[in-house]
């Protein structure tokens, strides 16, 4: 499958995109909410504060609850899986750095 220039860019977006949410995220972070910039924990119960720099309480214990009050909730093993899928999918076409 041969992609033209603008789907090339979209694709690489994506990618450097979740790798931002990644490679940013706090050793026990299970989600990212996009509306916010917010990582949240629903293991703890926690959401990591950017200005304090450390994990404060949160009235969210679970994913659904996420997904109830904000937008856009990314779970951060599912991006991890997905991620590793497109590059995967386009790998033979090398339209995707490693």
Known sequence: MKLNEDQTKAIDMIIDS?????DNAPNTA?????????????????????????????????EQELVEAYEIVLNLSKLKEQLADVRLIYSETSVIPS
């Not at 979740?18 to 990644?22: F, G, H, R, Y």
């Not at 926690?46 to 969210?60: A, M, V």
């Open 18 to 22: 979740s790798k931002s949410i990644l």
């Open 30 to 62: 299970t989600h990212y909410v996009v509306d916010t910039d917010t990582y949240f924990s629903v293991d703890f119960g926690s959401y990591f504060s950017h200005s304090l720099e450390d994990w404060e309480d949160s009235d969210y214990r679970t």
